[in-house]
């Protein structure tokens, strides 16, 4: 069994920076494909970053240059390195972790960005 839990986000200014974490519980970490995903209101949950068990990375195009997904197994944490950021970025965002029948998600957190 794995649970995700979330820190992080919060309100900033365009062009600023956050960092959001997502701390996995489980002894599966290191299989675990960890991806980030935000929603807005009225619109399906998009994929943001992804980062694979030999750490290879995906990013959407829209943040790609911007944002960093990173993990750290002795930490058993992923984390999501958001610079530049724009008032389109505004999402709740969640982590997720996926590793043959396991599929969790994290509570979600709230970046707002101001314009």
């Known amino acids: 069994q794995v649970q995700l839990v979330q820190s992080g986000g919060g309100l900033v200014q365009a062009g600023g920076s956050l960092r959001l974490s997502c701390k996995a519980s489980g002894i599966t970490f290191p299989l675990l494909t960890i991806g980030w995903y935000r929603q807005t209101p009225g619109k399906s949950r998009e994929l943001v970053a992804q980062i694979f068990h030999d750490g290879s990375t995906n990013y959407t195009d829209s943040v790609k240059g911007r944002f960093t997904i990173s993990r750290d197994s002795g930490e058993r944490a992923a984390y999501l390195h958001m610079n530049n950021l724009k008032a389109d970025d505004t999402a709740v965002y969640y982590c997720?972790?996926?590793?043959?029948?396991?599929?969790?998600w994290g509570q979600g957190t709230q970046v707002t960005v101001s314009p």
């Open positions: 997720n972790a996926k590793w043959l029948s396991i599929d969790t």
